[in-house]
């Protein structure tokens, strides 16, 4: 309600505007009984008037009724207040600024009391009695007879109605500021009846959310807005809202809708809020549930955790882990199913220009991509292609399993992309390997005979979206396409380039990056039909089974060794690993080879043919042929 006075503070005086409109402050003096100065010290402004008030009585008629119109507004002094003397009247009472303490009056007032005396001023004092009880409102709507804190008397009614407020919120939970308190009540008036209605209806408004009306698929006019200015919030609460209703279709369903078009709002709302293409959204709704759909989108928006892996030509795990800890990493080991691998959780230091990466001591490294070394198992003194070699983290870790024995010919047919893997291979301090740059399908044309092959085929990247958001939208059918019939090249040609009658090896390990079935089962399933090998456990304890069936196609029932990894299920990269044995170097004839007839007359008959040095070459012999 205002600061208090301290009584034992010295007054340092009127300011300059309160001493250029000092008419009402002398006017109000001259109204107030004679006080002793102990009493005067004592007590505030207010004290003052109700003492006044209750020593005169109020049993005199009114001499003067103050209209309404002529209130000034709280704490300003209007136009003309400072009156000049011997034109001083009752009015003059009500122009001094009310819901202000005034300081307790002191020598300086007795002696402007003396001063308006000499001027001829009469004692009003019989005026302060006859004023009504309604005139002495304050400007917050209080009772002039309302106690003052200082004496300890009751409340004024605002402060009554303000503590009955914060009761009721207190036990409906909401904390009060006494500093948004002050504020309220100094900025705007409020009187005790209007301050429950506002609870009343708060909690009303709040009591109203609480039933929440069944999800209505929206009109085609809203969708059209929604596409043009989405609200995402709201598209998010019915994405939620339409996966509820098809888990339990026929009971939460609105009456006359088909489930198509539940799916086909879900897939333009998937597509607003996470930026997918039409056609690759397309393909993950047919490939996953809905609910574990909205889980994969969901990991897509959130960076994989980084992982590196131990180069145990250099140093040990634990001797690692222990260097990068005292440098201020946060790391643990990435799980029981590796024995070189560490996650990170934060560095104070960049993890990638550590004295400890600089000597080749780690290599960074996608926790997935350890996973086709791992099928793989190479041993020491074997031979082996790593045909997709770049940037060379597979490769330096077949290096470090066959402890630097053997030969490894890592090809790539980007030579930019060969830089990185000299660099890495030097860094780490391989040296069994030897680099090459031919196109994948030229094998085993420029060299065969490798007791294992890793091929970690061209993809379209829909596993690693986290990586690379702009697969989102640039994927189309023709892309997938293209990526799984150059798959289907470098699958027969890495199978080619497998000797079948190695002593410790002859298998081949598939891997791609993508969770697409024409990238993955599909190709494997054709390389099955093609070539003399068979699926054979990659020794990975866990992963998802790949598919047997997809929608209309049927696969080979041994494509259950093969195993799928998510980002949702596994935290790692989108990742599909496949693993071959080669059980004879023959190639079988192919159903399709046969007669086709010429308008010549003629037929053409291909045939492949197997030559020696375990390649292959396709002859076309002319063989005449009357017609019937």
Not at 220 to 244: S, T
Not at 333 to 348: A, I, N, Q, R
Request: hydrophobic fraction near 35%; include cysteine; charged fraction near 30%.
């Amino acid at each position: 309600m205002g600061r208090k006075l301290d009584p034992t503070k010295e007054k340092r005086g009127p300011g300059r505007k309160a001493r250029k409109q000092k008419g009402a402050e002398t006017e109000l003096v001259r109204f107030l009984p004679a006080v002793s100065d102990e009493n005067s010290k004592r007590l505030s402004s207010r004290a003052r008037k109700r003492a006044a008030k209750r020593r005169l009585g109020s049993a005199e008629a009114p001499k003067t009724n103050k209209s309404p119109e002529a209130k000034p507004l709280p704490g300003k002094l209007p136009k003309g207040a400072v009156q000049t003397a011997g034109k001083k009247g009752p009015q003059s009472l009500f122009n001094a600024p009310r819901g202000k303490k005034r300081p307790a009056p002191g020598s300086d007032e007795e002696e402007e009391e003396e001063d308006s005396e000499e001027d001829g001023m009469v004692n009003h004092g019989d005026l302060w009695g006859s004023e009504d009880d309604a005139d002495m409102v304050d400007d917050y709507g209080a009772d002039s007879n309302s106690e003052d804190e200082e004496e300890g008397e009751e409340l004024l009614p605002i402060e009554r109605a303000a503590r009955k407020q914060k009761a009721r919120e207190a036990a409906a939970g909401i904390q009060w500021s006494e500093e948004e308190t002050e504020d309220e009540e100094e900025e705007k008036e409020v009187t005790p009846e209007s301050g429950p209605p506002k609870v009343e209806e708060a909690d009303g408004g709040l009591q109203i959310n609480v039933d929440e009306e069944p999800f209505v698929l929206p009109p085609a006019g809203e969708m059209e807005q929604d596409a043009q200015a989405p609200d995402l919030q709201r598209v998010h609460k019915r994405i939620q809202d339409i996966v509820g209703i098809l888990r339990d279709f026929g009971a939460q369903r609105e009456e006359g809708r088909s489930r198509s078009e539940y799916l086909n709002r879900l897939k333009k709302d998937l597509a607003i809020y996470y930026s997918y293409g039409d056609f690759l959204l397309g393909k993950l709704m047919d490939l996953f549930p809905l609910s574990e759909l909205v889980e994969f989108l969901e990991a897509n928006e959130v960076p994989r955790p980084v992982t590196l892996r131990t180069n145990t030509l250099k140093t040990r795990r634990r001797d690692l882990a222990q260097a990068l800890i005292n440098r201020g990493v946060n790391l643990d080991p990435l799980g029981k199913w590796s024995k070189t691998g560490l996650v990170v959780y934060d560095s104070s230091v960049p993890i990638g220009a550590t004295p400890e990466y600089l000597a080749g001591h780690y290599m960074l490294q996608g926790a997935s991509s350890m996973l086709p070394v791992m099928a793989l198992a190479p041993q020491e003194h074997e031979r082996i292609l790593d045909m997709c070699c770049a940037p060379g983290g597979k490769t330096s870790y077949m290096a470090q399993l066959m402890k630097n024995t053997g030969v490894i010919l890592a090809n790539d047919a980007n030579a930019e992309r060969l830089k990185s893997v000299v660099g890495n291979l030097h860094r780490l301090g391989v040296t069994n390997t030897i680099i090459s740059h031919y196109d994948g399908r030229q094998f085993p044309k420029v060299v065969g005979g490798f007791d294992r092959v890793l091929l970690d085929a061209p993809c379209s990247g829909t596993g690693v979206i986290s990586k690379d958001p702009a697969v989102k939208t640039n994927k189309d059918e023709k892309d997938i396409l293209r990526c799984a019939h150059l798959q289907k090249e470098l699958l027969l040609s890495a199978i080619d380039s497998v000797n079948a009658t190695s002593k410790t090896g002859g298998y081949l390990v598939y891997c791609t990056c993508s969770i697409t079935v024409e990238e993955n089962e599909w190709v494997v399933d054709y390389a099955l039909k093609k070539r003399n090998v068979r699926l054979v456990p990659t020794g990975l304890d866990f992963g998802q089974e790949g598919f047997t069936r997809f929608q209309e196609r049927r696969f080979h029932p041994s494509l259950r060794s093969t195993r799928r990894f998510y980002p949702h299920t596994h935290n790692m990269d989108g990742f599909f690993i496949a693993k071959f044995k080669k059980f004879s170097n023959s190639i079988p004839q192919s159903q399709t080879d046969g007669v086709l007839l010429c308008r010549s007359g003629w037929t053409a008959v291909v045939q492949s043919q197997l030559i020696a040095t375990s390649t292959f070459q396709v002859q076309a012999i002319l063989v005449p042929q009357t017609p019937k």
